[in-house]
């Protein structure tokens, strides 16, 4: 069964810096990751999506790397805002069936002015 | 950009009453799911949907959980007689087929009395 892992659970930073959250994943048999991202109270927002075959995946001041072989993938912030602050979610797609999301328990990301 | 909309925001409702809620998926997407998120905990899948039939659901969806397409633009989550556990928010979400992300609604925030 697919366990999604999110390190660290909470993280704070002042503004302008550069920052990494982690996510591991038991089953390398995947079919995409996803980041997303959560504000309190609201629905999911897709940052990124990376496909099974592909390295990495940019937008803006997001990159996310994917290293399917060892479980792992990483969420890269470029100098960070304030605005950034919110929960950070991976996600992995199943390759069977339905293709559903299995879930991380999130990064709580705070950016100190 | 289209979006995936779900109604209402918050439903509160008395243990053991019957409860629907709704979400109109993007109008061109194919497959449809049903996630929820318990209060601090991480988001799980429910049920998809393709092809108006369910194509995988998951053990929390048992039978007092029921989903349907009745015209071709709702698709709607009936839980049948709500037990306090079941107090969560409930994420619809959507795609297209291929490599392509899910998205999510805002999501129904549902609290058991």
């Known amino acids: 069964k697919q366990e999604v892992t999110q390190i660290p659970a909470a993280l704070s930073v002042p503004e302008g810096e550069n920052l990494v959250l982690n996510c591991s994943f038991t089953?390398?048999?995947?079919?995409?990751l996803q980041w997303f991202r959560q504000d309190p109270g609201k629905g999911l927002t897709s940052l990124l999506l990376?496909?099974?075959?592909?390295r990495e995946q940019t937008s803006g001041r997001l990159n996310a790397s994917l290293d399917k072989s060892s479980g792992r993938s990483t969420l890269y912030i470029a100098a960070s805002q304030p605005g950034d602050s919110a929960t950070y979610l991976c996600a992995v797609e199943t390759p069977r069936g339905a293709q559903k999301l299995v879930f991380g328990q999130g990064t709580r990301l705070t950016i100190n002015p | 950009e289209p979006e995936v909309t779900q109604t209402p925001s918050h439903q509160v409702t008395q243990m053991g009453q019957e409860v629907i809620l709704r979400c109109v998926p993007i109008s061109n997407h194919l497959y449809f799911y049903w996630y929820r998120q318990i209060l601090g905990q991480k988001v799980e899948f429910l049920v998809s949907?393709?092809?108006?039939?369910?194509?995988?659901k998951s053990e929390i969806f048992d039978d007092q959980f029921s989903v349907e397409r009745p015209d071709g633009s709702n698709f709607t989550l009936k839980i049948r007689s709500t037990k306090l556990e079941d107090s969560a928010m409930y994420f619809c979400?959507?795609?297209?087929?291929?490599?392509?992300?899910?998205?999510f609604g805002d999501g129904t925030r549902l609290s058991i009395l």
């Open positions: 089953d390398s048999a995947i079919y995409n």
């Open positions: 949907f393709y092809n108006n039939e369910i194509s995988e």
């Open positions: 990376i496909q099974s075959s592909q």
């Open positions: 979400a959507s795609r297209r087929t291929g490599w392509v992300p899910q998205h």
